[in-house]
């Protein structure tokens, strides 16, 4: 059984910085791409970040480039979101996800994915 449990959220001030954690298991982790995705009420779910299976490449939304970093670490089965400068539109549920062999532009889209955790909320506030 396929499990991805995330970790990390909480209360930041603006400008600040968090660590979001993604346990996996149940899978071959190096067999398959993270993504990261959030969602705050009455908005979908939107795309934050992506690392592809080989770990050769990133994605970022256009929101969060050049203040998150995605990472993987394929002996510890834990993709990492880490968060700075965050701003009060940054507050969401954050979710990670994981689709088989993904790679490319693709994985910008959240129905690529077939395996989804069940979030870690993040709140940015003074």
């Known amino acids: 059984q396929v499990q991805l449990v995330e970790s990390g959220g909480g209360l930041v001030q603006p400008g600040g910085s968090l660590r979001l954690s993604c346990a996996a298991s149940?899978?071959?982790?190096?067999?398959?791409?993270m993504g990261w995705f959030r969602q705050d009420p009455g908005n979908e779910r939107e795309f934050v970040s992506a690392v592809t299976f080989s770990g050769r490449d990133t994605y970022y939304a256009d929101s969060v480039k050049g203040r998150f970093t995605i990472t993987r670490d394929n002996a510890k089965n834990t993709a990492y979101l880490q968060m700075n400068s965050l701003k009060p539109d940054d507050a969401a549920d954050y979710c990670c996800?994981?689709?088989?062999?993904?790679?490319?532009?693709?994985?910008?889209?959240?129905?690529?994915?077939?395996?989804w955790g069940r979030g870690t909320q993040v709140t940015v506030s003074s």
């Open positions: 996800a994981a689709v088989f062999r993904g790679c490319g532009l693709g994985l910008r889209a959240r129905g690529l994915y077939g395996y």
């Open positions: 149940g899978l071959t982790f190096s067999d398959y791409a």
